[in-house]
């Protein structure tokens, strides 16, 4: 760290804070330049705080035009007053009550955070500490007080006026042109969960009667013109009120429930108490614009947003440092709803991919950090994949450890004892040993320690006694910030398979505690024992990915294969086919250097014949089993020295050969998977599109050149955004004949659809060829461009440093540098993005020495700059350590 860095947050100096906040009045008058804040807070000094202890209250770049205590103006003397802070010497013994005016430019507010306008509309985003950009505040998580939000402004710019909670009351200002309305949240709440909108908004109505008998008006707000593409949101959101009455016993608790999609939003979604404000992308979806992904994506974010309710709302975290406590568990509310709503299994694998492609990576370079982490410099930076993915793996092993009635009584539990708190990891982890009595010592440690335990496994069968032993051993490597690991409490889900595909039944099994089919590893080296077996057994480990380590078993090809194709863990069968694409793959790295010709086993190459022409298996299960590993998650496996170039050859030449090798199935499915009816957006239709669209990524990266012509007729023929992206995409990223006209196609019909002009620049951006840089640089230029909408900068430059492996690691550096000034003329605007874009640097180190050394320049480039933000530093220090 530089010597003027300020000091970073410790998890350890956390205290409670010396006031309290009872309530909250806001007054909000606004204007596009100037709009006025009246806060009125009522305080008192906390139980225990010593007498005279000074009122310190957060701020950030804020504008202060009048103060008083109790009615009385502050003098001078009493107070000192900056930007950032607001601290009253001597604050009085009893109750008082501190009233602050602020003046906010939303125009000027380029960060999204705290109160800013987008495409006209008044918005705020206040998580993590934003509300501090709109008024003075004790802007921390334990901090709650009941709102009342009274909003003004001119009827023709805002004839939409929203805030928190129950409507109160409105009507116009008379005399004026302008109007109001005052909203009232009885729910106390943190900060971080306050908003407001005013806008010229549609509105999409629905209702919904909550299993307590409560009506609940739902609105979706959006520009005029999108009311149509409401549909899905709606439906997702009542399928999500249902579930969580049904699976979690939790239902809804105020008259109103908003959602707000705006154009300019840092992050996909916020939960803001009774008033949900959405990145567009995820309400808005019609056939014509929206994927299968961007449906399944909508239904997600929204349920997760809805779910935060509870947990995160109701209940929320302390301090930062508790951040999983809501985020974890919400998202393993949300994978567990849309596992309910389509296929377990392929919901399972998709969520494995993510962990694997995002979080894995991220535990193994220089950013990694324990799911609660100690330190933070800014905690903006740790809304990550550990948090958020491995967060929700944690609390996925603590149902498989103690049992399914065993979690829903400690999550009943929780509930019960900590509604209305804020609260912390230890607190929700008591719940569920008092539930279980299982100890839940050793299993804190998920919290605790960073990094991906790597898990080996070998196995050993003896005929006479019908005996099979399985050694684990586990490793957890050093990470920064911790080079001592204790061994781990390992939930390892396991079935026995016979030859002929029968699961086995061990007559005993040793070595190891077990709560159904879930075995508890828990020392460095465990061996266990099944005894009592009539035949040789092949082990299912791990069914499930019941735990987020990286798994190396002694298992032949041959038995990996044979559990491809009989597991009865469907989990299992798409991770043994993917284990032995991987060796390929990695050997065919190797061997590219060496210049030798691909090798493909003729057993994997008839497992992916048997897998295409499967009818008894769902289609999106088969597509992901055909879905080759990508780029960096071949660079990840590998781990060291690091050439992406040969990566990108070997994968070309394995996914040529399975295309040459197999064509008469890949054809023939793709042909039987044609869908006649209209486009619907459900499980099993997009299932089909996925498998079709999957081959046609084949047919076009093939030998035979009829395929181009078929990409082409896809791209022509399609009905819907999924087959037009998906050909669109292979047109450009296979360089077939007919992209020029594709791109042009493209844009010609969706030049006003910014959503999805994101998709035809991230196709661009991600074309592994060498003119992919220059063809980015030009695109910023490109009307539908604007480094001032977040996902307009994430499809183009974001796409080109996350999703191009082989472009942006350019061997010249020439990816390295442009996306390090981009991210450095974007830090000036919105360092939340550009910290992010950054984070593309975090497995710099793996690359082969070349690389590494330009990497590494681009870095150091940056970290020699004066005037960037905290976001964008601590970034850049912690990649570089
Ligand atoms: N609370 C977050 C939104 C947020 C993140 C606000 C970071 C401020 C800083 C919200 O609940 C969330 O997690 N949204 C995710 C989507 C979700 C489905 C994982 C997001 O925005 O990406
Ligand atoms: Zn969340």
New binding site residues.
């Given amino acids: 760290m530089r010597p003027d860095s300020p000091a970073p947050v410790r998890l350890e100096e956390y205290r409670p804070p010396a006031y309290r906040i009872s309530t909250v009045d806001l007054d909000i008058r606004l204007a596009p330049r100037a709009a006025k804040v009246r806060a009125r807070l009522a305080l008192e000094r906390a139980p225990g705080t010593v007498p005279g202890t000074p009122l310190v209250l957060d701020g950030d770049e804020l504008r202060l035009t009048a103060l008083s205590l109790d009615g009385r103006a502050l003098a001078d003397t009493d107070c000192t007053i900056t930007p950032d802070r607001l601290e009253i010497a001597s604050p009085p013994a009893g109750p008082f009550t501190l009233e602050i005016e602020t003046v906010l430019d939303p125009d000027a507010n380029t960060k999204l955070m705290g109160l800013y306008r987008s495409n006209g509309t008044y918005c705020t ?1 206040c ?2 500490e934003g509300f501090r950009r709109i008024t003075y505040f004790l802007d921390r998580p334990d901090c709650l007080a009941v709102y009342t939000t009274r909003i003004e402004a001119r009827v023709s710019e805002a004839p939409v006026l929203l805030g928190n909670g129950n409507p109160v009351e409105s009507g116009p200002v008379p005399g004026t042109d302008r109007h109001y309305a005052v909203w009232h949240d009885p729910h106390p709440k943190p900060a971080y969960l306050f908003a407001m909108v005013a806008g010229d908004l549609a509105c999409v109505r629905d209702s919904f009667r909550t299993c307590e008998g409560r009506d609940v008006a739902l609105n979706i707000y959006v520009e005029h013109g999108n009311e149509g593409a409401c549909g899905w949101a709606m439906d997702s959101l009542k399928r999500s009120m249902v579930w969580d009455e049904e699976v979690f016993g939790r239902a809804y608790d105020l008259d109103v429930f908003n959602i707000v999609a705006v154009s300019d939003f ?6 803001n108490k009774g008033l949900n404000i959405f ?1 567009d992308k995820y309400v808005l979806a019609r056939p014509e614009t929206a994927t299968d992904q961007d449906y399944a994506g909508i239904e ?2 929204i349920a ?2 809805y779910f ?1 309710n509870w947990t ?1 709302n109701r209940i929320t975290c302390r301090d930062w440092f508790q951040l999983c406590l809501k ?1 974890g568990l ?2 393993f509310r ?1 994978q567990e709803f849309s596992a309910d709503m389509r296929s377990r299994a392929v919901k399972r694998i998709a969520d494995v991919r993510l962990l694997k492609s995002h979080q894995f990576p991220e535990d193994a370079g220089p950013l990694a950090h324990p799911v609660r982490p100690r330190l933070y410099h800014e905690i ?1 930076n740790f ?1 990550t994949a550990t948090v ?1 993915e491995k967060g929700a793996e944690v609390v996925r092993m603590l149902k498989s450890l103690i049992g399914d009635a065993a979690f829903r009584a400690g999550m009943d539990l929780y509930f019960r004892r900590h509604d209305g708190e804020a609260t912390t990891i230890e607190a929700f982890l008591a719940c569920f040993q008092e539930a279980s009595g299982l100890d839940l010592d050793q299993f804190s440690l998920w919290y605790e320690q960073a990094g991906t335990p790597v898990l080996k496994v070998d196995s050993s069968y003896e005929n006479e006694a019908g005996r099979l032993t399985l050694t684990f051993r586990q490793h957890l490597p050093p990470s920064p910030g911790q080079s001592e690991k204790k061994p781990m409490h390992i939930p390892v889900r396991f079935g026995l398979m016979g030859a002929d595909g029968r699961e086995l039944v061990p007559g005993g099994v040793a070595g190891a505690e077990v709560t159904g089919d879930v075995l508890h590893i828990r020392s460095p080296q465990q061996t266990v024992v099944f005894s009592g077996l009539t035949e040789r057994a092949v082990p299912s480990v791990l069914r499930g990915f019941s735990a987020p380590v990286s798994l190396k078993t002694d298992l032949s090809e041959a038995d990996l294969l044979f559990l491809a194709a009989n597991d009865k863990d469907p989990f299992n069968r798409w991770e043994a086919l993917q284990s032995v694409v991987m060796t390929t793959l990695i050997a065919a790295t190797a061997g590219t250097a060496r210049q030798d010709p691909v090798a493909i086993s003729p057993a994997l190459i008839a497992a992916f014949a048997a897998n295409v022409a499967d009818d008894t298996l769902e289609p999106a299960f088969r597509a992901l089993c055909l879905h080759l590993p990508g780029e960096a998650d071949i660079a990840r496996e590998i781990g060291h020295n690091v050439d992406p170039d040969a990566i990108h050859a070997a994968r070309g030449a394995i996914r040529r050969a399975v295309a040459d090798d197999i064509a008469p199935e890949i054809l023939a499915t793709y042909e039987a998977m044609r869908d006649g009816a209209t486009f619907s957006p459900d499980a099993r239709s997009a299932g089909r599109r996925a498998l079709r669209n999957t081959l046609l990524d084949y047919l076009g990266h093939g030998s035979d050149p009829a395929g181009a012509a078929r990409v082409q007729a896809h791209f022509e023929a399609a009905d819907n955004m999924t087959d037009r992206f998906a050909a669109l995409t292979v047109l450009i990223h296979a360089d077939l004949p007919g992209r020029a006209e594709a791109l042009a196609a493209y844009e010609a019909r969706y030049h006003a659809v910014p959503l999805a002009m994101d998709k035809w620049f991230m196709a661009q951006a991600t074309a592994p060829s060498g003119a992919t840089l220059d063809r980015v640089r030009d695109l910023t230029g490109h009307p539908a461009f604007s480094p001032a909408n977040p996902n307009r900068v994430r499809a183009l430059v974001g796409a080109f440093a996350s999703g191009n492996q082989s472009q942006f690691n350019r061997p010249d550096g020439a990816g390295f540098t442009f996306v390090a000034d981009f991210a450095r003329d974007l830090d000036r605007r919105n360092p939340q993005a550009a910290a992010r874009m950054m984070s593309a640097f975090r497995s710099w180190r793996a690359l082969e020495p070349g690389r590494r050394a330009h990497a590494e320049a681009a870095l150091r480039h940056l970290a020699a700059e004066g005037d960037l933000s905290a976001d964008m530093r601590d970034i850049v220090e912690r990649c570089l350590q």
């Fill in positions: 985003q998580e993590a840092n992050m996909g979604a916020m939960e990145n997600t974010v997760h947003e935060h995160g985020e919400t998202v949300d903006n809304y958020y």
